[in-house]
C-alpha cells in the first residue's frame, strides 16, 4: 500500500504491528558494502558515544568518556606524533585531531575483524536501520540543542558595549561572526528555527528523509562559517554534516530520479524495527517523551541563559556600564592619558554578569571573567584566555558614577579612578528595520 507520505508499508498494515513474517531478509550485500557498512558502523557509534547517557543520566557520563580515551589519544600522540597533548579548549585542539584518527584506525582494524569473523553474512538491513535509528536521534537532538540556543539567542548575544567601541580591524575572524549574529535576532531566529525544524522532522521515520535534506542545507551553511570564520567546531560541525548525508544517502537512488533524472520514484519501503506490536508502541512513545523533554528543556534553558547574559541580565550588575579611566596610577606613579601610551587603560567595561573588559589606549581589548562580591566590595578578575591568571581588586564608590579600584595586576600595583559615562549611539544597534528606504545607508 502506498501512502500520502510517499512510503510503501508493507502488507497494507501499519509499520508498527507488522507479523515476523515481513521482517525477512534483503538481498545479499557486495562484499565492498558490507565492509564499508562495518567501518561506519564501528566509527559513528564510538564517535557519538556516550549519546543518549550523557543527556538522560548526567553529564559526567561525558566526562569518564573523555577520561577512557585520554590515555590512549595521549600515547598515540607522543609515539605516533612525537606530540605531548595537554589541556585542550576547542573541538579543533590537537587532541580532537588525534582522536579522530584513533577513532580511524580502530573502525578500519574492527571492520577487517568482523569481516573475518562474519564472512557468510547475507546482508546487516536490521543493524543498518537500528544504526541509521542511532544517528537520526544523535543528529536531531544536537540540532535541536543549537536551535535552541538561537531560537532564544543565548548563543549569539547581541553586541556588548566593549565589543561596539572595538576597532573593526581588531575582531577576529570568530568574534566578527559573533558580532554579526548578534547584531540581528530576526536572524538569529531564522537560523536557529531551521536547525529546530530539521532535528525535529528526523525523529519520525516518515520525515527522515525530508529532515536530511532540511539539515544538510543548515548544516553546509553552519560549516563553511566555521570554515571562513575560523570556528574551533570545524571537526564536529563537519562530522554533523557527514551524518545528515549519510541518512539522506539511503534515499539517494529516488533523489536522482526525481530531482536529475526526471523519472518517477518508487515510494520508500518502511519495515517494522520490532516483531511485537507492543514494543513498537512503547519504543516510539519512549522516543516522543525524549524529545519532547529536551526539546522543552534546552529551549527553557535557552530562554534563562538570555535573561541572565542578554540586555535585561546586564541591568543586574550593580557596576553595568562603560567606566572612563580619568586617573591611573601604577606602582604609585601617575599615568596621564596620552595615546602614545598604548599599555595604559582607557576604559573599563561591565557589561555582562561575569564579565570583564578593559580597553587600552591603542583601542585593543582584553576580556576577563569576573567574581564581583558586593559586601566585600572586591572584583575576582581571571583571565579567559589563561585560567592560571587571577588577581583580585577592591573598588569603593566616591558617588554613584565615580568609582575607585585598586590592587595588583600583572605585577603591579594599580589604582585607578573610573567614571562612568553614556556609550555613543551606534547605528549597528539602533538603526532598525526599514520597509522603505529612500537612499541606502551605508557606511
Partial sequence: MQTTSGLRVVDDVPEDVQPAENLRPGSAWGPVKKLLFRFAFVYLILYNLPFPLDYIISDIVDLWYFQMWTPLVR?????????????????????????????????????????????????????????????RFVLAVTLIEYGSWK????????????????????????????????????????????????????TVRRTTLLGALVSIGVLSNVVMLNLSYDVPIKQFSSHLLLMAVFLAAHDARRLANVLVLNRPAEPAEVRPLFRRKWLARTAAACAAVFILYMTGTLLYGSYQDLETYGSKGTSKSPLSGMWNVEELVVDGKVRPPLLTDETRWRRIFFNVPGRFAIQLMSASREGYDLKL???????????????????????????????????????????????????????????????????????
Avoid at 609515539?79 to 585542539?93: Q, R, W
Avoid at 539567542?153 to 548578534?182: C, E, I, N, V, Y
Avoid at 589563561?386 to 589604582?415: C, E, I, M, S
Fill in 75 to 135: 600515547w598515540v600522540g607522543k609515539h605516533v606524533f612525537n606530540v605531548i597533548l595537554t589541556a585542550h579548549g576547542s573541538g579543533d585542539s590537537t587532541y580532537g585531531y588525534i582522536q579522530v584518527f584513533c577513532l580511524l584506525v580502530i573502525s578500519s582494524a574492527a571492520a577487517l575483524i568482523w569481516t573475518l569473523l562474519d564472512r557468510k553474512r547475507r546482508n546487516y538491513a536490521r543493524l543498518y536501520e537500528w544504526l541509521r535509528v542511532y544517528v
Fill in 373 to 443: 562580591d558586593e559586601k566585600k566590595r572586591t572584583l575576582l578578575i581571571s583571565k579567559r584566555t589563561d585560567p592560571n591568571w587571577k588577581t583580585t581588586l577592591v573598588y569603593r564608590r566616591l558617588q554613584p558614577d565615580v568609582l575607585l579600584v585598586a590592587g595588583p595586576f600583572d605585577g603591579h600595583q594599580v589604582r585607578a579612578r573610573l567614571h562612568r559615562t553614556a556609550p555613543p549611539a551606534f547605528p549597528l544597534v539602533t538603526r532598525g528595520f526599514h520597509w522603505i528606504t529612500e537612499r541606502g545607508f551605508n557606511r
Fill in 151 to 202: 531560537v532564544f539567542p543565548s548563543q549569539f548575544l547581541a553586541p556588548t558595549t566593549d565589543r561596539l567601541m572595538q576597532p573593526f580591524g581588531d575582531f577576529s575572524p570568530m568574534g566578527l561572526l559573533w558580532a554579526f549574529m548578534g547584531a540581528s535576532v530576526a536572524y538569529n531566529v531564522f537560523a536557529g528555527l531551521g536547525e529546530l525544524v530539521g532535528g525535529l522532522l528526523l
